[in-house]
């Protein structure tokens, strides 16, 4: 079985090769089919998605059984201001890997997220919502989720949020250093959501693509959150003396707009596999304990 992991040197990239190298993830193992397959993981370097040449002529040398596509603009404020940028890589990108599996007869996981919803909800988000982004990455992630939908019968669009992996930067390790580094930091209470171990969303990732059960999922942390009490664990688990004090997003203006609430159900992943997620704060547990270990800051 071939393997090709797209944006590979990305956060959840670089899970997903882990866990394939070590046969299980911090939630369990993962199946043995996975044990003499042959993954290739690629960033722009070397597979630039938005080549449209580059991947067709890639497809027809390699033929991969299964496509996992991490490769994203995920600067969520610099989207506003590079619509181009954002429309390439977040929507073209996809639809060529889309028309490409398809041709390959090959499944495809493309990552998609939590803002391509409003945020006017106060219950969480399932599948079957209506989407309505309201930043430029939000519109453009939908529109590459429309175009994986309209390319590719194989394909698996995996929804997650307030991801955070070992390599890399994110909010846990920016928390970690303003928390070694001040007294205090002031951090949005107003926006809601689910904080997502990168692992758990690849052990789920790679348990979904060796099924048929294609569609649309939610994958996020279990439980919900504000910001503000995410940084607060994250200070209490690491053990940092530093006050976090709560703010209200017209204090904190950005160029992009979040949804207030954005939180996920993992519906149909309870429903075609199992939703192994741990709870947000265990999830975060692990991780704070192996990013100090392993002084992976
Ligand atoms: N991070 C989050 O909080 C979050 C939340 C919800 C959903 N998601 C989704 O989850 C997925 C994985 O996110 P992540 O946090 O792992 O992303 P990431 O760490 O930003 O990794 C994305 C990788 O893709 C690479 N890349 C950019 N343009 C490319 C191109 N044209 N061709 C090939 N590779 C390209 C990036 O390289 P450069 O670094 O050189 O640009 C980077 O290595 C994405 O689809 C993202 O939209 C993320």
């Not at 599948?127 to 309201?134: K, L, S």
């Not at 209490?236 to 709560?246: E, F, G, H, S």
Request: with cysteine.
């Amino acid at each position: 079985m071939k393997i090709v992991i797209t944006g590979a040197k990305g956060q959840l990239g670089n899970e997903l090769l882990t866990i394939l190298s070590k046969g299980k993830s911090e939630i369990g193992k993962i199946s043995s089919l996975y044990q003499d397959c042959e993954v290739t993981g690629l960033d722009i370097g070397e597979l630039d998605i938005c080549d449209t040449k580059a991947i067709n002529s890639f497809f027809e040398n390699t033929r991969p059984d299964i496509v996992i596509n991490c490769a994203a603009m995920t600067n969520v404020d610099a989207c506003e201001s590079n619509i181009e940028g954002a429309m390439k890589v977040n929507a073209i990108g996809p639809r060529n890997l889309a028309i490409a599996c398809e041709r390959s007869n090959s499944k495809l996981v493309h990552i998609s997220t939590d803002y391509v919803f409003p945020g006017s909800n106060s219950t969480p988000y399932r599948e079957w919502d209506t989407c309505n982004p309201n930043s430029i990455y939000g519109k453009s992630k939908f529109l590459g989720e429309c175009y994986v939908r309209q390319q590719l019968k194989h394909h698996f669009i995996v929804r997650t949020a307030w991801l955070y992996g070992y390599l890399g930067n994110n909010f846990v390790k920016t928390m970690l250093n303003i928390g070694k580094e001040k007294n205090e930091v002031k951090v949005v209470d107003d926006q809601i959501g689910n904080p997502t171990n990168a692992n758990d969303l690849a052990h789920h990732i790679l348990n979904l693509a060796l099924t048929e059960e294609y569609g649309t999922y939610h994958c996020t942390g279990n439980g919900e959150t504000s910001w503000y009490e995410f940084a607060c664990q994250i200070m209490k688990l690491a053990k940092l003396d530093c006050k976090v004090i709560p703010c209200s997003t017209e204090e904190y203006p950005r160029p992009a707009k979040r949804p207030s609430f954005s939180s996920l159900d993992n519906l149909a992943l309870r429903c075609c596999i199992k939703d192994e997620m741990r709870p947000w704060q265990k999830a975060l547990k692990s991780y704070i304990k192996k990013v100090l270990e392993e002084n992976l800051i």
